[in-house]
């Protein structure tokens, strides 16, 4: 599908409920299905991928219930899932492929991952090579680094992995097979990444350690079930955030939006670069922080954006790139490699599209440059089938000084089903 914006001259103005955590809602159908007892879910994401999540794990026998926003999971422990008859499909989910095959590592039987055309350019030794040094067997093209992949588990063996990516995924991965491996298994991470998993295994009655970057856990321990309220997410909050200021005269109100602080690094460079935002009504929900945020059009400047910031808003980077177009002066992003093994490469989508819409930006090695304040004007552009591309051209649309289509916006459906129709509710 192809969607054309039109320039918004008025401002934008009104209050949002942001849908659900994306990371959470997996997190939370992937935790009830280990744990004992029924898992109760609110505010959950119904958006392909958390989808593709609950699809996985029926196909393992567990029995999950989702009507919108609410599911439940029964849950019989790691023992209740059996060995799927059919492949089991991520989709277009890097989230879902790697946490479950920490899951799949220690189970005794035999499956098949599969998913989509970007999910199979996606690096996965990052999560199979620690998982085969505590055990398992996993195969698949270029020894076991892309789909389709193949996983035997087994018993397995606590170990300490040292990893080289700051990777939420990675450390998930190897803590959720550390649950059912011998001795202790802990992960130290280059730099902190958001730390869902460890706040809910300890909602689930996990006995998890933090010291520093090292997070362990002791193998043998089980899950109970739990009522999980998942709160809104920051990284779709942040397109709306970014239009409310950029578009001049707008003020947008988002509602219970997670601010745990592994996530919200936009906060910080929204503050760093001017914007008039306003962090109300903070409270703790869930074992999560969650807060309202307004945002008012404002001038801004440039930045830099790099180092310990990066993991704390890599996915919200396309859309800060947006950002950046309208500030004065230069705003560089750096130490941001693993852009480019995201859905797309987003380093060169990113500055490839945005340059289409006349934009001073240009690629580095790890990130990107670029020069504001440029007006924007109105081109065909693409998603590249990737849900974070899609979103931040909407949000360029809005600025540009005719109409901008984009094309394959069918992918915004990923984290956003109705990122369009909330959109336009802002319209005054
Ligand atoms: C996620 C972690 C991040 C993020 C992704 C979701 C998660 O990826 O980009 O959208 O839910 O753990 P990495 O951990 O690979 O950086």
């Known amino acids: 599908m192809n969607k054309t914006m039109h320039s918004i001259t008025n401002g934008l103005e009104g209050s949002l409920k942001i849908p659900g955590d994306k990371s959470i809602s997996h997190r939370a159908v992937m935790f009830g299905a280990i744990a ?191 009522h999980i309220q998942v709160p809104g997410d920051i990284s779709s909050a942040a397109f709306f955030l970014v239009a409310g200021a950029i578009v001049q005269n707008s003020s947008i109100t988002l509602q219970s939006v997670g601010i745990n602080p592994t996530r919200s690094g936009i906060i910080d460079v929204l503050h760093s670069m001017g914007a008039s935002l306003t962090v109300t009504n903070e409270k703790v929900v869930g074992g999560e922080p969650i807060a309202d945020l307004n945002i008012e059009s404002s001038s801004l400047q440039g930045t830099e954006i790099s180092g310990e910031l990066i993991p704390r808003l890599i996915d919200e980077i396309p859309v800060l790139a947006v950002l950046a177009t309208q500030a004065n002066g230069k705003t560089i992003i750096k130490d941001a490699e693993e852009l480019k093994v995201k859905e797309t490469n987003r380093i060169d989508t990113v500055v490839h599209q945005l340059k289409e819409l006349g934009a001073n930006i240009r690629a580095t090695d790890d990130g990107m440059i670029i020069e504001g304040p440029t007006p924007l004007k109105a081109a065909t552009v693409r998603s590249y089938g990737d849900h974070r591309i899609g979103m931040a051209l909407a949000i360029a649309g809005l600025i540009c000084d005719g109409e901008l289509t984009i094309e394959n916006t069918d992918a915004i459906a990923v984290s956003y089903p109705h990122f369009f129709e909330d959109l336009e509710s802002l319209s005054k």
């Open 36 to 226: 004992y007892g029924k898992t109760t879910v609110d505010g959950f994401l119904p958006g392909d991928d958390c989808l593709s999540t609950i699809d996985c794990f029926r196909k393992m026998g567990v029995q999950i219930e989702q009507k919108e926003e609410r599911v439940e999971i029964l849950g019989k422990g790691f023992e209740g899932l059996k060995e799927p008859v059919e492949v089991l499909d991520v989709g277009n989910s890097g989230t879902t492929t790697r946490l479950m095959l920490g899951i799949l590592a220690t189970l005794p039987f035999h499956s098949i991952v599969i998913g989509d055309e970007s999910i199979a350019k996606r690096p996965m030794s990052r999560v199979t090579k620690p998982l085969k040094e505590l055990g398992a067997k996993i195969d698949g093209r270029d020894e076991g680094n892309y789909t389709p992949l193949s996983i035997r588990g087994g018993k397995t063996k606590g170990i300490h992995y040292h990893s080289p990516v700051a990777s939420a995924q990675v450390k998930s991965a190897v803590l959720l097979a550390g649950l059912q491996s011998e001795g202790v298994t802990s992960v130290t991470e280059p730099a902190l990444t958001r730390d869902h998993t460890e706040r809910m295994l300890k909602g689930f009655g996990v006995d998890v350690q933090r010291d520093g970057l090292t997070v362990s856990i002791e193998g043998g321990q089980s899950l109970q079930a739990q």
